[in-house]
C-alpha cells in the first residue's frame, strides 16, 4: 500500500521561506495527483490552501505556492509569519476516486 | 456562502452504529462530487469515502468499506455517512468536504466537523 509522507515536523524564522514536501514512499507525485494543501489550527477544521498542484483557494495570499518539485508536490510559504504556525497536511489522488493524506507536518515560526 | 454543517455525532458503544448527516447550503448541492474525511484525537486526516453528484459512483477507503456507507439525497441538500460496527478506532472528528468545482473530485470547502466518540 502506498503511504504518502510529510516531515513531522518543521521550522522557519519570521520572514524566512519554507517549503514543504508531500511525496510517495512508491513512485513520483504529478500533476495527475492533483496534489492539494491544506492548514489546520487546533480545533479548527482544516483550511484549504492549494488545490490541483498550484491552484490557491479563494482568499488565499500569494505568499502561499503550490508546485512539483522533483518527484514530490511541494507548498512553499514566504515572508512566514507568527500564524502560520499551524499544521500543514497534503493528499494525493491515487486514481480509482481514492484519495489519501499525508501524515501531516508541524510548522513551527520561530 | 458554501455551508456545510455536519450533526448525528455523540457517544456510542463498541459494535453500535450512527448516521451522520451533512447539511449544505449556499450551492446547487447536487452538481458537486461530496466527501467524509476523519481526524482522529491528536492525528492527521483520513479521507474515508466520496460518491458523485447524482449518487452512480461511490468510493471508500478499504479499512472501512465494509462497515461505512456514504449516501446523499439532492433533493435534502444533505450528505450522509452510516457507520455501522463501530470500534475504539473510529472515535474521531467527522468532516464533510466539497470539491472545488462541478469537473472536480478534490476536496475544498469543509464543514466543522462532528465528534463521534465509541467508548464503553
Known amino acids: 500500500q502506498t503511504v504518502v509522507t510529510q516531515e513531522p515536523s518543521f521550522s522557519v524564522s519570521p520572514g524566512g521561506t519554507v517549503t514543504l514536501t508531500c511525496g510517495l514512499s512508491?513512485?513520483?507525485?504529478?500533476?495527475?495527483?492533483?496534489p492539494s494543501w491544506y492548514q489546520q489550527t487546533p480545533g479548527q477544521p482544516p483550511r484549504t490552501l492549494i488545490y490541483s498542484t498550484k491552484t490557491r483557494s479563494s482568499g488565499v495570499p500569494d505568499r502561499f505556492s503550490g508546485s512539483i518539485l522533483g518527484n514530490k508536490a511541494a507548498l512553499t510559504i514566504a515572508g512566514a509569519q507568527a500564524d502560520d504556525e499551524s499544521d500543514y497536511h497534503c493528499?494525493?489522488?491515487?486514481?480509482?476516486?481514492?484519495?489519501?493524506f499525508g501524515g501531516g507536518t508541524k510548522l513551527t515560526v520561530l | 456562502e458554501v455551508q456545510l454543517v455536519e450533526s448525528g455525532g455523540g457517544l456510542v458503544q463498541p459494535g453500535g452504529s450512527l448516521r451522520l448527516s451533512c447539511a449544505a447550503s449556499?450551492?446547487?448541492?447536487?452538481?458537486?462530487?461530496m466527501s467524509w474525511v476523519r481526524q482522529a484525537p491528536g492525528k492527521g486526516l483520513e479521507w474515508l469515502a466520496n460518491?458523485?453528484?447524482?449518487?452512480?459512483?461511490?468510493n471508500c477507503v478499504d479499512s472501512v468499506k465494509d462497515r461505512f456507507t456514504i449516501s446523499r439525497d439532492n433533493t435534502k441538500s444533505s450528505l450522509y455517512l452510516q457507520m455501522n460496527s463501530l470500534r475504539a478506532e473510529d472515535t474521531a472528528i467527522y468532516y464533510c468536504a466539497r470539491a472545488s468545482t462541478v469537473t472536480t473530485r478534490n476536496l475544498e470547502s469543509w464543514g466543522q466537523g462532528t465528534l463521534v466518540t465509541v467508548s464503553s
Open positions: 449556499g450551492f446547487t448541492f447536487g452538481t458537486y462530487w
Open positions: 460518491i458523485k453528484q447524482d449518487g452512480s459512483e461511490k
Open positions: 512508491s513512485g513520483s507525485v504529478s500533476t495527475t495527483n492533483y
Open positions: 493528499v494525493l489522488y491515487m486514481g480509482g476516486g481514492i484519495w489519501v
